[in-house]
């Protein structure tokens, strides 16, 4: 299995940015997951603003991605 890193430091990188470092910081992170869960590389072929449906995003890598953010940031996201 896929080791997910360590949630602190998710969680440190945003808590130390600035307002909009912050804003950056969670979408970098939101598309580094993404990619994983897409299973590319990186995250460069992740457009921030696409739907994730047209990124390739079903219901399960939904949950997987859902997990993988609840993790890196030590939280509960709803289901829905």
Do not use: C, M, W, Y
């Not at 590319?40 to 047209?54: G, K, M, Q, T, Y």
């Amino acid at each position: 299995r896929e080791e997910r890193g360590d949630p602190s430091a998710a969680i440190a990188a945003v808590l130390a940015a600035n307002g909009g470092e912050r804003r950056a910081k969670i979408v970098a992170h939101l598309a580094t997951e993404l990619a994983r869960v897409l299973g590319h590389a990186n995250s460069a072929a992740i457009d921030p603003h696409a739907p994730f449906v047209d990124l390739g995003v079903d219901s399960l890598l939904a949950v997987d991605l859902r997990q993988r953010l609840e993790s890196a940031f030590d939280l509960a996201l709803p289901t829905t």
